[in-house]
C-alpha cells in the first residue's frame, strides 16, 4: 500500500507574513515553496533550508553567515538575477524570500529539447555572465552556476530566445563556509566546479567563470564533458585534464567555440578572463563573428542522454531535487543539489606516492560517501590507481629514472618571444606543446605571455609545455545611444561592456533633464582599450538665475531684462492702478531676490493707470458746490471765468461721462 506523505510546510504562514501555497521543488541544501506575501500582497519564492545545515556546534555560525550572504545578495540588483527580498529565521527555519520566476529552469529544457542552437546557447551564456558581471563588480561570486539555478522566464522554449535569470546568489557560500569548516569537504555540484575549488577551496570570479565554460559545453554538445562517471572520477578529470573540445562531439562546431571553452575552463585560473564582464565581451564579440547560417545550427541529441543524477557526474538532480518536484514548474528553480567531495583527496592525489593515497583515502570523513554505491565505487577506483601505480619496485624505479614518469625543468626563453619560437625550444628539450591565447597590455600580440608549467618549473620528460600567446591589448566597444540616454542606465552599459566609469563631468542644459547624458569621453561605437576610464558629462538641468526687480519698470524694458537672463515671461491680465503708470510693471511673481532657473517662467501684471469712475454733471451749479462734487469724485478741478463771474455759475465742463480717476475737469465759469 503506498504511503503518503504531507508536507508539514504548506498552509503554514512563515514569520507571520508568508503563507506558504505549494512545493516548487527540493534539493539537497532547501526546499523551494511558492507563496503568498500577506504584507504586500504578491507571489513570492520561499527556500527554506534545510533544518540539519542549522544543528550542531556550527548552526549558529551557519545561521550567521547564512544572514550575512542573504544580506549581500539582496544589494544586487540586475533584470538578470532573481531578485532576494527578505530573509529570516522562523523558530528552527532558516529562509529566503525571493522574486517568484513563473516558468521553469534550464535543466528542465536541456532535458526536454537537447541542445540548444548555437545562437541561442551563446544568448543564454551572456545573459548568464551579464548577470554574474554585476555581481562581481559588487565584490560577490556565486559559486554555484548550474543549468538548475538558471530560470528560464514564462513557459517559452529556449531556443525561442526567452531571457532567463540567475538564482542562489551568495547561499553556496553559506553553505559550503559551514560544511567545509565541520567535515573538510567541498560542497558544489561537481560537474562544474573549478580545479582550485576542489584542491584549496579558494575561488573568486574566475571561478563562475569556469562553471560557465562548462555550462557552454553542455548547451552545444547535450552533456557534459564527463558525463556518466562518478563525482569522485568527475573531479579528478577536472584537475588534472584540460576540458575536451565540444567540436569532438558536434564536428561542425567552429575553433572559435573551442578555445571560448578552452579559455574559460582553463585549469589554471590566471588563463581565465579575470570575471565575467570580461568574459560577456568575448562571447558577444564571437557571436558577432559568426554568419547566420552557423548560428542557426543545433547539434544532434547525444546517443545516451547525459544528465546529473545519482549516477551521473551532479549528484542529485536539482531540478527534481531528491527525486521529486512539485507544483509549478519552475518558479524559483535552482535547488541545491551538491556532491561532497574531500578536499585532502585531491591533495594527496596531485602529490603523494601509491603507499600515501591509500592513507589518504582510509583517513576521508565516511560522510563524504553518503550514498553506499559511490563509496564502492570510490574506492574500487583509487585500489586500481594504487595497484597500477605501486606495480613494483624496478617497474616503479624505472617508471620514475627514464620511464614516461621522468621529470625534467622547463627551459627559460619561452616568455617575450615569438610564439614560433618558443615552440622550438620546447620541441628542442624534447617537450610537446600546446597553445591557448590571452590578452596582456604589454606584451605584443603574437609573442609568448608566459607558460603553463612556467619557466623553470618541473615537466614531465614526455610532457607537454602550454604556450599563452599574447593577443595583445584587449579591445573593448563603447556602446551606442549613450547620448541623451539617463546617466544610471549609461553607466551600467558600458560596465557591461567591461569600462570603468569615471566621476561625471558636471554641465548646465537648457534642454536636457537633469541626470541626461550630454557627451562621452570617448566616441561611441568606437574602440577602446579595456583599461580606458569613461568619463560622462551630465545634465544638471537649466542653470539657477536670480529674479530681478522689475515692479516700475516700462513693460518692454521688463521683458528684456528677464528674457536676456534665460527666463521666460508671461503676462498676466492687466490691472488698474493709481499708483503705478500706464504700460508699467505693477507686480511679478516670483518676486525679485528669488531663485530660479533658466527656461523658468516669470509672470508680469501690467498697469492700467487709474481706474475709470463717473464724471458729476455741474452745469447749471455755482462754482463752489461744483468744485467739491468733482473733487469728491476724484478729479481735479480747474476754472476759466468770465465777466468775473459775475453770476457765479458754471455755463460749460470740458470732461462728461467716464474719465480716469485722479484726471483734470475744467470747468468754464460767469
Not at 41 to 56: C, N, S, T, W, Y
Not at 189 to 216: F, M
Not at 342 to 363: G, I
Not at 650 to 657: N, S
Request: hydrophobic share 40%.
Amino acid at each position: 500500500m503506498a504511503i503518503t506523505t504531507t508536507d508539514p510546510m504548506l498552509g503554514r504562514l512563515v514569520d507571520g507574513r508568508y503563507e506558504i501555497v505549494a512545493r516548487v521543488a527540493r534539493g539537497g541544501m532547501a526546499t523551494v515553496y511558492r507563496a503568498t506575501d500577506r504584507r504586500l500582497d504578491r507571489e513570492v519564492a520561499i527556500k527554506v533550508m534545510h533544518p540539519h545545515l542549522a544543528d550542531g556546534v556550527d548552526g549558529a555560525a551557519f545561521v550567521s553567515r547564512f544572514r550575512r550572504e542573504a544580506r549581500a545578495a539582496a544589494r544586487l540588483t540586475h533584470p538578470g538575477v532573481v531578485a532576494v527580498y527578505d530573509q529570516g529565521v522562523d523558530g528552527d527555519t532558516s529562509y529566503l524570500a525571493m522574486e517568484y520566476v513563473p516558468g521553469t529552469n534550464l535543466r528542465r529544457e536541456l532535458h526536454a529539447s537537447g541542445p540548444l542552437t548555437l545562437d541561442r546557447a551563446l544568448d543564454v551564456v551572456a545573459q548568464v555572465l551579464a548577470a554574474l558581471a554585476a555581481a562581481h563588480r559588487k565584490g560577490l561570486v556565486h559559486r554555484d552556476v548550474k543549468p538548475e539555478n538558471v530560470l528560464v522566464v514564462g513557459d517559452g522554449d529556449p531556443a525561442a530566445g526567452g531571457r532567463v535569470k540567475v538564482a542562489d546568489f551568495g547561499l553556496a557560500r553559506a553553505v559550503t563556509e559551514v560544511t567545509t569548516t565541520a567535515t573538510g569537504t567541498v560542497l558544489g555540484t561537481v560537474a562544474y566546479l573549478a580545479p582550485e575549488v576542489i584542491t584549496s577551496s579558494t575561488c573568486d570570479a574566475r571561478t563562475d567563470v569556469y562553471a560557465v565554460g562548462v555550462l557552454a559545453y553542455e548547451l552545444v554538445t547535450g552533456t557534459l564533458p564527463y558525463a556518466g562517471e562518478t563525482p569522485i572520477q568527475v573531479a579528478f578529470h577536472h584537475v588534472h585534464e584540460d576540458l575536451p573540445a565540444p567540436s569532438g562531439l558536434v564536428d561542425w562546431l567552429p575553433a572559435e567555440i573551442d578555445a571560448l571553452v578552452a579559455s574559460f575552463a582553463a585549469r589554471d585560473p590566471q588563463q581565465r578572463p579575470p570575471d565575467a564582464g570580461a568574459a560577456l565581451g568575448a562571447v558577444e564579440a564571437l557571436r558577432a563573428s559568426l554568419d547566420a547560417d552557423l548560428l542557426a545550427r543545433r547539434a544532434d541529441p547525444p546517443a545516451v542522454a547525459a544528465r546529473p543524477g545519482p549516477s551521473g557526474p551532479g549528484g542529485v538532480d536539482a531540478a527534481d531535487g531528491d527525486g521529486d518536484a512539485d507544483g509549478d514548474d519552475g518558479g524559483e528553480g535552482g535547488t541545491d543539489a551538491v556532491d561532497e567531495i574531500p578536499t585532502a583527496f585531491f591533495q594527496e592525489v596531485s602529490a603523494s606516492a601509491p603507499a600515501q593515497l591509500t592513507d589518504a583515502l582510509v583517513e576521508q570523513p565516511t560522510e563524504a560517501y553518503r550514498r553506499p554505491s559511490r563509496r564502492r565505487r570510490a574506492v574500487a577506483w583509487i585500489l586500481t590507481l594504487v595497484l597500477v601505480l605501486g606495480g613494483g619496485g624496478l617497474g616503479t624505479w624505472w617508471w620514475f629514472a627514464d620511464g614516461p614518469g621522468a621529470w625534467t625543468s622547463v627551459p627559460t626563453g619561452v616568455a617575450g618571444v615569438a610564439a614560433d619560437d618558443a615552440r622550438a625550444v620546447l620541441e628542442g628539450a624534447g617537450l610537446g606543446t600546446t597553445t591557448s591565447r590571452a590578452f596582456d597590455d604589454e606584451v605584443p600580440e603574437g609573442s609568448v605571455v608566459t607558460s603553463v608549467p612556467a619557466p623553470g618549473d618541473r615537466v614531465r620528460t614526455d610532457g607537454s609545455v602550454e604556450l599563452v600567446v599574447s593577443r595583445g591589448v584587449q579591445m573593448l566597444t563603447v556602446p551606442d545611444d549613450l547620448v541623451g540616454a539617463d546617466r544610471k542606465d549609461a553607466t551600467a552599459a558600458l560596465e557591461d561592456a567591461g569600462f570603468t566609469v569615471g566621476d561625471p563631468a558636471r554641465s548646465y542644459d537648457d534642454e536636457a533633464d537633469r541626470g541626461e547624458v550630454l557627451d562621452v569621453s570617448v566616441e561611441e561605437s568606437s574602440r577602446q582599450r579595456h583599461d580606458t576610464v569613461v568619463t560622462l558629462t551630465v545634465s544638471d538641468g537649466p542653470a539657477p538665475v536670480q529674479v530681478p526687480q522689475e515692479v516700475g519698470k516700462e513693460k518692454d524694458a521688463a521683458v528684456a531684462d528677464l528674457e536676456g537672463l534665460g527666463l521666460a515671461v508671461e503676462l498676466a491680465d492687466p490691472e488698474y492702478s493709481e499708483d503705478v503708470p500706464r504700460g508699467h510693471v505693477l507686480a511679478q511673481e516670483p518676486r525679485d531676490g528669488a531663485t530660479a532657473h533658466r527656461t523658468d517662467t516669470v509672470t508680469l501684471t501690467i498697469s492700467q493707470g487709474p481706474p475709470l469712475v463717473e464724471v458729476p454733471n455741474v452745469v447749471g451749479k455755482h462754482t463752489e458746490p461744483a468744485r467739491k462734487a468733482l473733487e469728491k469724485a476724484g478729479f481735479k478741478v480747474e476754472e476759466n471765468t468770465y465777466l468775473g463771474g459775475l453770476l457765479d455759475t458754471v455755463r460749460f465742463q470740458d470732461t462728461t461721462g467716464k474719465a480716469p480717476k485722479g484726471s483734470t475737469v475744467t470747468l468754464t465759469v460767469w
